[in-house]
């Protein structure tokens, strides 16, 4: 996969080639600033740019913008963001934004790495990827508390995870039951929240967060 | 003057009392008016002009309403004199219980005398400001940081000590006198002028005679001086009273400036000492944290090469260790320096900022954010977020609670948080059941507000943050 980096760090930014590079991808482009963003991607054509939140000239949330520009101008570009706190309200602005191809990560998942290369490829691949502490965020400002309340703990530690992106497989393996038994969750959980059932994962992962951001504000 | 607020940082209160006084100065303590607000432009000029017709008939009304106040006080005092001789002819039977009683009943009007003579000072001062349109500055109220009963002694030496209380009753005494005086000239020069003024007429109408047989011109002439002197003398009052009550009520500019200066100096120690307590916590934190886990990670990590050889199996599982050290390391870390200002404070503003604090806590946390009368000084956001932040913390870690409560509300220039949990109570700030609150309380002062901890044995648990606005 072709990938294009802003971070401002400098030792993040060598880790984060190093270990792009040994798991087979190609780093096309480094930044240390949003600013260059846009031009190395117009012209390198990544699959993927991973972007920070916190850059020059402001340290506040250049990345979340870079972000939005970015994927009105390239919607075809995956955007990987990753940052020192996830905040639930960036998590949103990045939604809604629209499309797949897109993760919301802590800046510690990178030290799992075999977890945070199946995010990068996922992401790369069109999924959609947030940071359990996101979703956690996500649920507490959730107005849909009676709903959500209706849920069994084992039907919402599902519901979760599918807000964070992941796949049957994966929800069936982070909860030790079968995949048979996930999707018995998920079908309960669509009818309770009285959401259509969709085809694909990515639009299940968008239809949950929809629901979770609706009338959050 | 008692520097009672120099040393904010030891008012906290140490004994049972678990309720704690909310320290917004500028806060009147109910039943005490509000001194001279600092916000109007204290001038000693009259808002519009008074001319002569006006100042004649808000002398006269003055006169009439001064006359009931001073015959209402009058009263009363003739029943408390009836009242005390009472008691005296019955505690000649009784010496005894009158030994004990006269010094009580002394000490209680003794007692409540600032506060009457406070709020009477009040009163004239806006009924100057309605009668002559001359906005008097009061002194700003000094306000006790202690509690309880302490504290209530505390905050009556605070306001006898003013010079507030004995000024009004300076202005109470000379204003009897100018009523008894004046008023009196004035009746007799009104009422004595419309007399000889119609003597001729009623004369001539019941054809009697009185009034000396003097002529009708002379009567006539008589008359008119007495009117005018009559009038003038009203007049007279009306400018006496508001000269009075400018230079007795109100206290000059630089007065009142150095009082708020003090209150300033006050909120800036309170600021020092809040930073200092945060960076002593964070010097703590870093130490007692984060740094033995980095040092424990190199120390396993420097075993592991060590046996990378010999002995690789427990290289292996030497090296999963670090690894799940270093991760559990960084999220220790990532807590620490959230607690220094997050930046979607900054940039996306409070409601944002609590959904990471609230998502936080192990305790469930219904959450109301209502900032529809407007967003807050980013100083004020700041000092809620914190105080919401450390109150959550203390409720997971000391209140044994199932649920907690967060409210967010815009009260009119006000910013008001509470944090309510079922758990156990008896928090106190100060000692280590409220953790941080101590600083945060200081945090809240320095903003021009105030925090109120209320925690009865056996709970619930209620904290009140409120700051001005725009501080």
Request: aromatic share 4%; glycine share 10%.
């Amino acid at each position: 996969m072709r990938i294009v980096i802003a971070e401002d760090s400098v030792l993040l930014r060598a880790g984060l080639e190093r270990l792009l590079a040994d798991a087979g991808h190609e780093v096309v482009a480094s930044l240390g600033t949003a600013d260059g963003l846009l031009d190395a991607v117009a012209t390198h054509a990544p699959h993927l740019a991973i972007v920070d939140v916190r850059m020059p000239p402001t340290w506040t949330d250049e990345g979340i913008r870079a972000a939005a520009v970015l994927r009105a101008q390239h919607p075809d570009v995956a955007i990987l963001v990753l940052s020192q706190y996830v905040e639930e309200r960036y998590a949103g602005e990045l939604i809604a934004t629209g499309g797949g191809g897109l993760g919301y990560l802590l800046k510690d998942r990178v030290a799992d790495v075999d977890h945070f290369l199946a995010d990068v490829a996922r992401v790369g691949d069109g999924g959609t990827v947030l940071d359990p502490e996101v979703v956690a965020q996500l649920v507490v400002r959730s107005r849909q508390t009676a709903t959500l309340a209706a849920l069994t703990p084992r039907e919402r530690e599902a519901l979760g995870r599918m807000a964070e992106g992941r796949s049957n497989a994966a929800i069936a393996a982070a909860m030790f039951v079968t995949e048979g038994a996930v999707e018995k969750h998920v079908g309960s959980i669509f009818t309770k929240l009285g959401l259509a059932p969709v085809d694909s994962e990515n639009r299940r992962v968008m239809a949950v967060l929809t629901y979770l951001e609706g009338n959050t504000r | 003057m008692t520097s009672a607020r120099s040393t904010p940082s030891i008012e906290v209160d140490t004994d049972a009392a678990a309720e704690a006084d909310l320290d917004v100065p500028g806060t009147p303590v109910p039943g005490t008016p509000e001194p001279g607000s600092f916000k109007s432009t204290s001038t000693d000029q009259p808002r519009h002009p008074a001319g002569f017709g006006t100042m004649l008939v808000l002398g006269l009304a003055d006169l009439v309403i001064d006359l009931a106040v001073v015959a209402t006080a009058i009263g009363v005092l003739a029943a408390i004199a009836g009242l005390g001789g009472a008691l005296l002819g019955w505690s000649l039977t009784y010496l005894v219980p009158w030994l004990v009683l006269g010094p009580i009943l002394g000490l209680l009007v003794l007692a409540l005398l600032p506060w009457v003579l406070r709020g009477y000072g009040w009163a004239e001062r806006h009924r100057a400001a309605a009668v002559y349109g001359v906005e008097l500055t009061g002194l700003p109220r000094r306000h006790t940081h202690l509690r309880g009963f302490r504290g209530l002694l505390h905050q009556w030496w605070l306001d006898a000590s003013d010079s507030t209380p004995w000024r009004a009753l300076g202005f109470l005494a000379l204003s009897a006198l100018r009523i008894l005086v004046l008023g009196l000239l004035v009746v007799a020069g009104v009422g004595g002028g419309i007399a000889f003024l119609l003597a001729p007429v009623v004369r001539w109408q019941a054809d009697i005679t009185y009034f000396l047989d003097l002529p009708n011109w002379t009567l006539s002439v008589l008359g008119g001086i007495a009117l005018v002197i009559g009038l003038v003398t009203a007049v007279g009052a009306g400018y006496l009273d508001r000269f009075l009550a400018r230079t007795i009520l109100g206290v000059s500019e630089h007065t009142a400036m150095r009082r708020q200066l003090e209150l300033v100096a006050a909120q800036r120690t309170s600021a020092v000492a809040a930073a200092s307590d945060q960076r002593r916590r964070i010097e703590r934190d870093i130490h007692d944290d984060v740094q033995p886990r980095l040092v424990s990670i190199a120390m396993t990590l420097g075993m592991a090469k060590g046996r990378l050889e010999s002995d690789p199996a427990q290289a292996r599982e030497l090296i999963e260790q670090a690894h799940t050290e270093s991760k559990e390391t960084l999220v220790e870390l990532r807590r620490l320096v959230q607690g220094f200002q997050p930046s979607v404070l900054a940039d996306r503003g409070l409601d944002a900022a609590l959904s990471a604090v609230v998502a936080r806590s192990p305790i469930p946390v219904a959450l109301d954010i209502d900032l529809s009368g407007g967003s807050c000084s980013q100083e004020a956001e700041g000092v809620v977020y914190f105080a919401v932040s450390e109150a959550l913390t203390n409720v997971a870690k000391h209140a044994r609670a199932q649920r907690c409560a967060v409210s967010v509300a815009r009260v009119g220039d006000r910013l008001v948080a509470t944090i309510t949990d079922d758990g156990i109570g008896g928090a106190h700030v100060g000692d280590g059941t409220a953790g941080g609150l101590a600083g945060m309380r200081e945090r809240a002062f320095a903003a021009g507000g105030g925090l109120r901890l209320v925690s009865p044995p056996g709970g619930p648990t209620t904290i009140t943050v409120e700051v001005p606005c725009a501080s």
